[in-house]
Every structure is written in C-alpha cells, then in structure tokens.
C-alpha cells in the first residue's frame, strides 16, 4: 500500500498493490487518516489482482471519511476482474471510476 500526494496538493493518491483485503486495513486506514486538506482521494488500483468484501468494506470507510471533511472520492485504473467485482457492488454507483 503507498499513498502520495498528486501534482494537484489537494488530492491524495492510494496505491494498492496486490491483494485487497482485510490484511492491508489498517495501511488503507493510516493513508487517509493521516492527510490534512486532502480535497480529494483517488484509490489507485492499477497493481490491484484481487478484491474481496473486506476491501469493499475499507473502499465504504473511505467514502464515509471523505464525506465527513467535504472530499471526493475516484476509482482509477482498476483491471476488468477487479472492475467487475465493483460493478456487481454496485460501486460504480457510488463512485466516480476511471480507467486511468
């Protein structure tokens, strides 16, 4: 799991590697808990092979979160595998998603 700042100070970049699971909860958690006048978040799951409920669950927190302090939330880069699970979720309903 890695967090960065994008070239926009506003926004916070989450990069999942791997698995998303019940395993990275709390690097997911500290990354976005941890930043200050982040305006919006973007999980990158580009590295990302595998999602199973818990990782929905941490993706709902995140919403939840950024809700709280007025941020956005955006999906990006999600394979097909991964983006049909979200699909099925329904999360593309929730979330802004992108292939990039």
Known sequence: MQSESGSDPGELRIRVNGRFDFEGHRAF?????????????????????YVDSAGLGMLLLLREHA??????VAIAGANSAVERILRIACFHELFEMSRA
């Open 29 to 49: 958690r500290d990354a976005y808990e941890q930043a200050d006048g982040v305006r919006r978040f973007v999980v990158d799951l580009s590295a990302t092979d």
């Open 67 to 72: 809700r709280h302090h007025g941020a956005a």
